[in-house]
């Protein structure tokens, strides 16, 4: 084994390469405390991800449900500081990173990034490269082969993912560099996984029954407790996202909190009108409406705009989601309606805005608008293009969809030996 030239290779690779301090400073004991905190936080939101698709779909695909999002919080935790952030954050090209940080090389304990240990911004960053994928998982809920579904994150994370998050966020990222705004990753998470869930839900066609048979959700209080865990780590994903702790953090706690309270309103107003009752799905929907609206917005609009937003978030997405009764497409847990529609929406309407520390169209600056569109369509576009030819590929191979009688079934049995519930 020790004589392996792949072995060498790599020992010598993680070994050789000097750590490479990005900035003079020390890191900021309380800029790190609470990246620390918000790296936690945004982790949290996993776990609620899995308890909120899990409570929405029947009962004999829970734990089906589930696993799609611990197999990504295992996946894409070891392919990000394998290649994820590399690619991302390890270099400074228009379009895409580098590999000179493959196993996070060339970092150590006294690199920084801004105020911060680059450890900690690789893994706040890590944090969401995993809950990106796991999200698209809602529109496949009940169907797709377990075994597809893992090889599909592993690749859409590394050929999706990455490279968009290096054009927002990464050093000389042409998005970036163009002043696209997107604070928390409004395009970058949102409308990237949701277009790409959107396609997947197309490619696997309906659920077997689909929409003659009755699929209501199994146990309400799990999405709802799902909900309320979302909610409780989108702290971290947007306060945290300003990188430090003070006025920037403290601006986007506060949107975000208001942006999350007004979508849930909106929504049930609106449920309450148009159904005649509102409903506990629907306040759990409203929530993470707002909170994926505000996400790009969180740091560079005001409280009362974020209020704006947070209400017509409700709006839009309730009439997102109400598309794939229009249009016949059966996006399962409404991941293109809530997350690709209010992803969108909310890069848009930063454009319109955003107030602090950024120009948009209220304050006389059109061309920012202009630069959002463009961002939208670039990153909707790109991740639209490379799942169709991930999808092609993997049902060729292994193919997506499990059989008709493992659907019927319950995937918890067929594909994991297992069941949620023992009655």
């Known amino acids: 084994m020790f004589r392996s030239p792949l072995f060498l290779t790599t020992a010598l690779y993680l070994t050789a390469l000097p750590v490479a301090a990005h900035a003079a400073e020390r890191a900021d004991p309380g800029d790190t405390a609470w990246m620390l905190i918000s790296t936690a936080l945004v982790l949290v939101m996993l776990p609620g991800l899995a308890l909120f698709y899990a409570g929405m779909v029947r009962a004999k695909n829970v734990l089906s449900t589930s696993m799609h999002t611990f197999a990504a919080m295992a996946i894409i935790g070891v392919q990000w500081v394998v290649i994820g952030y590399s690619l991302a954050f390890g270099g400074s090209g228009r379009f895409i990173g580098g590999l000179g940080n493959m196993f996070l090389a060339g970092i150590g304990p006294d690199s920084v990034t801004g105020t911060i240990p680059t450890y900690v911004f690789a893994m706040f960053q890590g944090m969401f490269a995993i809950i990106t994928p796991a999200l698209i998982s809602g529109a496949v809920a009940g169907r797709m082969k377990f075994s597809s579904y893992c090889i599909f994150i592993l690749l859409w994370a590394t050929l999706v993912y990455d490279p968009l998050a290096h054009w927002v966020w990464g050093e000389g990222g042409w998005l970036l560099e163009m002043g696209a705004l997107d604070f928390a990753g409004g395009t970058v998470v949102h409308l990237s996984s949701g277009l790409s869930a959107l396609i997947l839900a197309i490619a696997l066609g309906k659920r077997h029954g689909f929409p003659h048979e009755r699929m209501a959700p199994h146990n309400l209080p799990m999405t709802l407790l799902g909900a309320g865990l979302l909610w409780f780590g989108w702290f971290g994903f947007n306060a945290g996202s300003a990188l430090s702790a003070g006025g920037s953090a403290a601006l986007a706690f506060t949107t975000t909190q208001t942006a999350a309270a007004a979508g849930a309103l909106s929504w049930l107003l609106i449920e309450w009108r148009l159904a005649g009752k509102p409903s506990a799905l629907g306040a759990a929907s409203g929530i993470v409406a707002g909170l994926v609206v505000i996400t790009p917005a969180a740091g560079f609009v005001t409280p009362g705009w974020a209020l704006v937003m947070g209400l017509m978030a409700g709006a839009v997405c309730y009439s997102g989601v109400m598309l794939k009764h229009k249009l016949g497409y059966d996006d399962s847990l409404d991941a293109f309606g809530v997350h690709g529609v209010g992803g969108a929406f909310g890069a848009l309407a930063t454009g319109i805005f955003a107030t602090v520390g950024a120009s948009s169209l209220l304050t006389g600056d059109p061309h920012q608008l202009w630069v959002q569109i463009l961002g939208v369509l ?42 949620a519930y023992d009655i």
């Not at 092609?392 to 499990?402: A, C, P, Q, S, Y």
């Open 378 to 419: 670039a990153a909707g576009a790109y991740a639209a293009i490379v799942t169709i030819i991930l999808l092609w590929i993997i049902d060729k191979t292994l193919g997506l969809r499990v059989s008709k009688e493992e659907e019927i079934i319950g995937l918890d049995q067929t594909l994991h030996s297992e069941s």
